[in-house]
């Protein structure tokens, strides 16, 4: 076997150690020490590069979304408003406040689907990458971190609501036929809404409210009161997140300078 060749730096320290040239010993010793701790905040800053590098695409990408989350949020809550509006014209006359009448195809339309709580938009993509890759603390900004936070705490909150709204449901027309009847009948030239989803070019579903029914059955009062008083919450937690999220922009956009 050949004799193994000793690196250049162990031969220089053995021969300043031979020669017990101790300043020229320390400058090789503080050479290695400068080449290591260069090294190593060579990488540091690298790898800060690529930090801030990130957490701009994070911003932008979280700016992106919850626009995107509002614009879905205030279109939902302004169906739902107009759906409640049309239930408080009908209120007065089924609880018997106003004098009785029949209910317009809209309001019996109302207090038949007064049972659907869809689940509101929540989804911000990135923060539930940032939760799941360990980047959450990739932002710097602390304002915009509280501001996520409270929408986690907030969004968990609202889908535990949910939850409990949708598990007893009133489906008034199911539990209450001989005051709401679902009927089929011919298709009008008219721009309502179908009620259901087996409606066709010549028929279509609609309910048919009967007020004196209606008023007569405490049971049927109660029920359709818990259907609203459900729909109301919805409302406010709608109020609630697009207040959250409307911040959450306002500061993303003042970072990002837009």
């Avoid at 205030?74 to 408003?81: A, G, N, S």
């Avoid at 066709?200 to 109660?222: G, H, I, Y």
Wanted: charged share 30%.
């Amino acid at each position: 076997m050949g004799e193994r060749k000793v690196p250049v730096f162990l031969g220089r320290i053995a021969a300043h150690l031979r020669e017990q040239n101790w300043f020229a010993l320390g400058a090789e010793f503080v050479i290695v020490v400068l080449g290591v701790f260069l090294g190593l905040q060579a990488a540091n800053w690298n790898e800060e590069r690529q930090d801030r590098k990130d957490e701009e695409a994070i911003l932008a990408r979280l700016q992106d979304e919850t626009a995107t989350l509002l614009g879905a949020v205030r279109e939902e809550r302004e169906y739902l408003q107009a759906n409640a509006d049309t239930m408080a014209q009908a209120r007065s006359v089924i609880f018997s406040q106003a004098e009785s009448r029949p209910l317009t195809e809209a309001e019996c339309r109302a207090v038949a689907g007064s049972h659907v709580y869809r689940r509101e938009a929540d989804q911000l993509p990135i923060l539930e990458e940032m939760l799941a890759t360990g980047r959450f603390d990739r932002v710097q900004d602390e304002t915009i971190k509280s501001q996520l936070r409270s929408y986690i705490i907030f969004r968990d909150r609202q889908r535990g609501n949910h939850e409990e709204r949708t598990n007893e449901l009133f489906r008034l027309y199911s539990r209450h036929p001989e005051a709401i009847r679902i009927t089929l009948v011919p298709r009008e030239e008219d721009t309502s809404p179908d009620f259901g989803f087996m409606s066709d070019e010549e028929t279509k579903w609609t309910p048919q409210c009967d007020v004196a029914r209606m008023r007569s059955n405490q049971q049927f009062l109660n029920e359709l009161f818990d259907n609203m008083g459900r729909r109301n919450h919805v409302l406010m937690g709608y109020d609630e997140r697009e207040a959250i999220l409307t911040e959450l922009q306002e500061r993303l956009d003042a970072l990002l300078g837009l």
